[in-house]
Protein backbone atom coordinates (compact mmCIF):
# COMPACT_ATOMS: atom_id res chain seq x y z
CA UNK A 1 0.00 0.00 0.00
CA UNK A 2 0.95 3.54 -0.89
CA UNK A 3 0.23 6.67 0.91
CA UNK A 4 1.01 9.75 -0.31
CA UNK A 5 4.73 10.04 1.44
CA UNK A 6 5.67 6.78 2.55
CA UNK A 7 5.05 2.99 1.93
CA UNK A 8 2.49 0.95 3.60
CA UNK A 9 2.00 -3.11 3.56
CA UNK A 10 -1.44 -4.50 5.23
CA UNK A 11 -2.86 -3.26 8.35
CA UNK A 12 -0.94 -0.34 10.49
CA UNK A 13 -1.11 -1.10 14.23
CA UNK A 14 0.04 1.56 16.46
CA UNK A 15 -0.73 2.38 20.84
CA UNK A 16 -2.77 4.73 21.05
CA UNK A 17 -0.38 7.13 22.40
CA UNK A 18 1.28 7.29 19.10
CA UNK A 19 -1.58 8.58 17.32
CA UNK A 20 0.10 12.17 15.96
CA UNK A 21 3.59 10.45 14.99
CA UNK A 22 4.88 9.73 12.10
CA UNK A 23 4.58 5.79 12.00
CA UNK A 24 7.66 3.66 9.45
CA UNK A 25 7.24 0.46 8.85
CA UNK A 26 10.15 -1.15 9.58
CA UNK A 27 9.18 -4.71 9.59
CA UNK A 28 6.62 -6.75 8.02
CA UNK A 29 4.22 -8.31 10.61
CA UNK A 30 5.93 -9.70 14.06
CA UNK A 31 8.60 -12.02 15.05
CA UNK A 32 6.42 -14.36 17.39
CA UNK A 33 2.93 -14.37 15.48
CA UNK A 34 1.63 -17.56 17.91
CA UNK A 35 -0.28 -15.76 20.23
CA UNK A 36 -3.87 -17.43 20.22
CA UNK A 37 -5.97 -14.29 20.95
CA UNK A 38 -3.92 -11.87 18.60
CA UNK A 39 -5.30 -11.21 15.19
CA UNK A 40 -2.78 -8.35 13.59
CA UNK A 41 -0.90 -10.11 11.81
CA UNK A 42 -2.37 -13.15 10.97
CA UNK A 43 -2.06 -12.67 7.43
CA UNK A 44 1.74 -11.59 7.28
CA UNK A 45 4.89 -13.69 6.60
CA UNK A 46 7.35 -11.95 8.89
CA UNK A 47 10.42 -10.34 7.59
CA UNK A 48 12.73 -6.82 7.62
CA UNK A 49 12.04 -4.49 4.94
CA UNK A 50 15.59 -3.79 3.71
CA UNK A 51 16.89 -1.12 5.13
CA UNK A 52 17.04 0.65 2.00
CA UNK A 53 13.93 0.95 1.83
CA UNK A 54 13.13 2.45 5.51
CA UNK A 55 15.50 5.15 5.43
CA UNK A 56 13.76 5.91 1.77
CA UNK A 57 10.73 6.10 3.43
CA UNK A 58 12.55 8.57 6.28
CA UNK A 59 13.22 11.03 3.24
CA UNK A 60 10.46 11.08 1.69
CA UNK A 61 8.37 12.32 4.93
CA UNK A 62 11.03 14.52 5.72
CA UNK A 63 10.61 15.95 2.26
CA UNK A 64 6.92 15.82 3.03
CA UNK A 65 6.56 17.09 6.27
CA UNK A 66 7.64 20.66 7.72
CA UNK A 67 7.71 19.34 11.85
CA UNK A 68 7.70 15.95 12.79
CA UNK A 69 8.49 15.21 16.43
CA UNK A 70 7.59 12.20 16.97
CA UNK A 71 8.52 8.93 14.91
CA UNK A 72 6.96 5.61 16.09
CA UNK A 73 8.31 1.86 14.11
CA UNK A 74 6.45 -0.77 13.27
CA UNK A 75 5.12 -3.14 12.58
CA UNK A 76 4.54 -6.26 15.73
CA UNK A 77 8.39 -6.30 16.45
CA UNK A 78 10.96 -3.54 14.70
CA UNK A 79 13.09 -3.92 17.73
CA UNK A 80 13.89 -6.92 16.56
CA UNK A 81 16.37 -5.88 13.80
CA UNK A 82 19.89 -6.05 14.14
CA UNK A 83 21.31 -3.53 15.99
CA UNK A 84 23.58 -2.10 13.25
CA UNK A 85 20.20 -1.52 11.09
CA UNK A 86 18.74 0.36 14.11
CA UNK A 87 21.97 2.78 14.49
CA UNK A 88 21.56 3.78 10.83
CA UNK A 89 17.83 4.42 11.18
CA UNK A 90 18.49 6.74 14.31
CA UNK A 91 21.36 8.78 13.05
CA UNK A 92 19.50 9.41 9.86
CA UNK A 93 16.59 10.99 12.37
CA UNK A 94 18.94 12.87 13.95
CA UNK A 95 20.23 14.36 11.35
CA UNK A 96 16.86 14.97 8.97
CA UNK A 97 14.64 15.41 11.65
CA UNK A 98 16.31 17.40 14.43
CA UNK A 99 13.10 18.63 15.79
CA UNK A 100 11.97 15.17 16.90
CA UNK A 101 11.73 14.27 20.11
CA UNK A 102 10.66 10.93 21.10
CA UNK A 103 11.49 7.78 18.67
CA UNK A 104 9.33 4.74 19.85
CA UNK A 105 8.63 0.97 18.95
CA UNK A 106 7.40 -1.76 19.90
CA UNK A 107 9.37 -4.51 21.40
CA UNK A 108 8.81 -8.44 22.04
CA UNK A 109 10.39 -9.82 25.06
CA UNK A 110 12.82 -11.79 23.01
CA UNK A 111 14.06 -9.10 20.82
CA UNK A 112 14.49 -7.30 24.29
CA UNK A 113 16.90 -10.33 25.49
CA UNK A 114 18.57 -11.01 22.69
CA UNK A 115 20.22 -7.20 22.67
CA UNK A 116 22.77 -7.09 25.26
CA UNK A 117 22.83 -4.22 27.92
CA UNK A 118 25.36 -2.15 26.01
CA UNK A 119 23.34 -2.31 22.78
CA UNK A 120 20.57 -1.15 24.07
CA UNK A 121 21.93 1.91 26.08
CA UNK A 122 23.94 2.69 22.48
CA UNK A 123 20.36 3.14 20.89
CA UNK A 124 19.06 4.57 23.91
CA UNK A 125 21.49 7.34 23.77
CA UNK A 126 21.22 7.66 19.58
CA UNK A 127 17.50 8.37 20.29
CA UNK A 128 15.49 4.97 20.77
CA UNK A 129 13.49 6.85 24.08
CA UNK A 130 10.56 4.23 24.14
CA UNK A 131 9.64 0.63 23.74
CA UNK A 132 5.88 -1.00 23.96
CA UNK A 133 5.78 -4.60 24.90
CA UNK A 134 3.06 -7.18 25.83
CA UNK A 135 2.82 -8.67 29.27
CA UNK A 136 -0.26 -9.66 28.33
CA UNK A 137 -0.66 -11.90 31.96
CA UNK A 138 1.82 -12.10 34.57
CA UNK A 139 0.34 -15.86 34.84
CA UNK A 140 2.99 -18.58 32.67
CA UNK A 141 -0.43 -20.71 33.16
CA UNK A 142 -1.88 -18.24 30.68
CA UNK A 143 0.75 -17.84 29.08
CA UNK A 144 1.34 -20.87 27.80
CA UNK A 145 -2.36 -21.45 27.64
CA UNK A 146 -2.02 -18.07 24.97
CA UNK A 147 0.99 -19.57 23.05
CA UNK A 148 3.03 -16.34 24.45
CA UNK A 149 6.47 -18.02 24.19
CA UNK A 150 7.47 -16.05 27.11
CA UNK A 151 7.32 -16.52 30.66
CA UNK A 152 6.36 -14.00 33.30
CA UNK A 153 10.04 -13.91 34.81
CA UNK A 154 11.22 -14.04 31.20
CA UNK A 155 8.78 -10.97 30.25
CA UNK A 156 10.07 -9.23 33.63
CA UNK A 157 13.67 -9.15 32.70
CA UNK A 158 13.41 -8.07 29.52
CA UNK A 159 11.16 -4.99 30.96
CA UNK A 160 14.57 -4.80 33.38
CA UNK A 161 16.99 -3.99 30.18
CA UNK A 162 15.17 -1.83 28.90
CA UNK A 163 14.91 0.66 31.68
CA UNK A 164 18.28 -0.58 32.75
CA UNK A 165 19.34 1.15 28.98
CA UNK A 166 17.84 4.22 30.04
CA UNK A 167 14.50 3.85 28.01
CA UNK A 168 10.59 4.52 29.01
CA UNK A 169 8.75 1.04 28.97
CA UNK A 170 5.44 0.84 28.34
CA UNK A 171 3.71 -2.57 29.38
CA UNK A 172 0.30 -3.85 28.17
CA UNK A 173 -2.00 -6.98 29.51
CA UNK A 174 -5.55 -8.09 28.95
CA UNK A 175 -8.58 -8.61 30.72
CA UNK A 176 -10.07 -11.73 30.59
CA UNK A 177 -7.43 -13.10 29.17
CA UNK A 178 -7.54 -15.99 31.88
CA UNK A 179 -11.29 -17.01 31.36
CA UNK A 180 -13.69 -18.09 33.87
CA UNK A 181 -11.30 -20.64 35.25
CA UNK A 182 -7.88 -18.57 35.42
CA UNK A 183 -9.15 -14.73 36.43
CA UNK A 184 -8.06 -15.09 39.89
CA UNK A 185 -4.49 -16.21 39.16
CA UNK A 186 -4.61 -13.99 36.07
CA UNK A 187 -5.29 -10.79 38.12
CA UNK A 188 -2.91 -11.58 40.99
CA UNK A 189 -0.18 -12.54 39.03
CA UNK A 190 -0.29 -10.01 36.52
CA UNK A 191 -0.03 -7.22 39.60
CA UNK A 192 2.81 -8.99 41.16
CA UNK A 193 4.54 -9.04 36.97
CA UNK A 194 3.79 -4.83 37.60
CA UNK A 195 5.27 -4.85 40.43
CA UNK A 196 7.94 -6.19 39.94
CA UNK A 197 9.12 -4.61 36.54
CA UNK A 198 8.03 -1.34 37.56
CA UNK A 199 6.85 0.17 33.79
CA UNK A 200 6.57 4.12 33.72
CA UNK A 201 2.86 3.09 31.82
CA UNK A 202 0.47 0.48 32.26
CA UNK A 203 -1.87 -0.37 29.45
CA UNK A 204 -4.73 -2.34 30.70
CA UNK A 205 -6.86 -4.03 27.17
CA UNK A 206 -10.25 -5.83 27.64
CA UNK A 207 -10.17 -9.15 25.74
CA UNK A 208 -12.05 -9.28 21.96
CA UNK A 209 -12.63 -12.85 20.84
CA UNK A 210 -11.42 -12.42 17.20
CA UNK A 211 -13.13 -15.34 15.20
CA UNK A 212 -10.55 -15.87 12.59
CA UNK A 213 -7.76 -16.22 15.71
CA UNK A 214 -6.86 -19.22 17.27
CA UNK A 215 -8.34 -18.57 20.30
CA UNK A 216 -11.80 -17.73 18.42
CA UNK A 217 -11.68 -21.46 17.13
CA UNK A 218 -11.35 -22.43 20.51
CA UNK A 219 -14.24 -20.59 21.94
CA UNK A 220 -16.51 -21.81 19.36
CA UNK A 221 -15.23 -25.62 20.07
CA UNK A 222 -16.16 -24.58 23.75
CA UNK A 223 -12.83 -24.73 25.21
CA UNK A 224 -12.50 -21.53 26.19
CA UNK A 225 -14.84 -19.69 28.85
CA UNK A 226 -14.57 -16.06 28.22
CA UNK A 227 -15.36 -14.07 31.66
CA UNK A 228 -18.08 -11.72 31.74
CA UNK A 229 -17.02 -8.62 30.05
CA UNK A 230 -18.54 -6.51 32.41
CA UNK A 231 -18.76 -7.46 36.01
CA UNK A 232 -16.12 -10.30 35.53
CA UNK A 233 -13.59 -8.14 34.07
CA UNK A 234 -14.09 -4.89 36.63
CA UNK A 235 -13.59 -7.61 39.58
CA UNK A 236 -10.66 -9.14 37.63
CA UNK A 237 -9.39 -5.36 37.30
CA UNK A 238 -10.08 -4.18 40.90
CA UNK A 239 -8.31 -7.19 42.24
CA UNK A 240 -4.74 -6.68 39.84
CA UNK A 241 -4.53 -3.16 40.89
CA UNK A 242 -4.85 -4.55 44.75
CA UNK A 243 -1.67 -6.24 43.82
CA UNK A 244 0.21 -3.62 41.55
CA UNK A 245 2.87 -1.20 43.54
CA UNK A 246 4.32 0.53 41.05
CA UNK A 247 4.91 3.94 42.14
CA UNK A 248 4.56 6.91 40.03
CA UNK A 249 3.52 4.58 36.99
CA UNK A 250 0.83 6.39 34.37
CA UNK A 251 -1.87 4.05 34.24
CA UNK A 252 -4.70 3.74 31.50
CA UNK A 253 -7.60 1.64 30.79
CA UNK A 254 -8.98 3.43 28.09
CA UNK A 255 -8.22 1.48 24.96
CA UNK A 256 -11.26 0.86 22.28
CA UNK A 257 -11.57 -1.86 23.92
CA UNK A 258 -12.47 -1.20 27.49
CA UNK A 259 -16.12 -0.80 28.83
CA UNK A 260 -15.23 1.65 31.49
CA UNK A 261 -12.52 4.07 30.72
CA UNK A 262 -9.93 4.08 34.10
CA UNK A 263 -6.60 6.39 34.11
CA UNK A 264 -4.82 7.98 37.12
CA UNK A 265 -0.75 8.01 38.49
CA UNK A 266 -0.21 5.01 40.59
CA UNK A 267 -0.25 4.67 43.37
CA UNK A 268 -1.42 7.78 44.09
CA UNK A 269 -4.90 6.79 42.23
CA UNK A 270 -5.40 3.19 42.77
CA UNK A 271 -7.63 3.92 45.80
CA UNK A 272 -9.89 6.19 42.90
CA UNK A 273 -9.66 3.82 40.25
CA UNK A 274 -10.82 0.89 42.76
CA UNK A 275 -13.81 2.99 43.73
CA UNK A 276 -14.89 3.85 40.25
CA UNK A 277 -14.86 0.15 39.80
CA UNK A 278 -16.96 -0.43 42.80
CA UNK A 279 -19.56 2.04 41.64
CA UNK A 280 -19.73 0.11 37.85
CA UNK A 281 -20.04 -3.12 39.84
CA UNK A 282 -23.01 -1.36 41.44
CA UNK A 283 -24.25 0.12 37.69
CA UNK A 284 -23.70 3.40 38.71
CA UNK A 285 -21.58 4.27 35.64
CA UNK A 286 -22.05 4.54 32.02
CA UNK A 287 -20.70 1.84 30.10
CA UNK A 288 -19.34 1.96 26.42
CA UNK A 289 -21.51 -0.50 24.34
CA UNK A 290 -20.08 -3.20 22.30
CA UNK A 291 -20.88 -1.74 18.98
CA UNK A 292 -18.26 0.88 19.96
CA UNK A 293 -15.43 -1.48 21.11
CA UNK A 294 -12.64 -2.59 18.76
CA UNK A 295 -8.96 -2.87 18.48
Not at 226 to 231: A, F, Q
Amino acid sequence: MYTDVVRYEGAIFRPPSEAYSLIIQSTIGCSNNTCHFCGAFREKVFRLRPLEEVLEDLFRARAFYTRVERIFFADGDALIRPTEDWIALLDCIREQFPECTRVSTYASPRSLLLKTPEELTQLRQLGLAMVYMGLESGSDTVLEDMCKNATAAQIIEAGHKAKAAGMKLSVTAISGLGGQELWEEHAVETGRAFTAMKPDYIGLLTLIIEPQTPLGARYRRGEFHPLDPTDGVFRETKLMLEHTDCDGCIFRSNHASNYLPLGGTLNRDRAAMIARLDSALAGGQRLRPDWMRGL
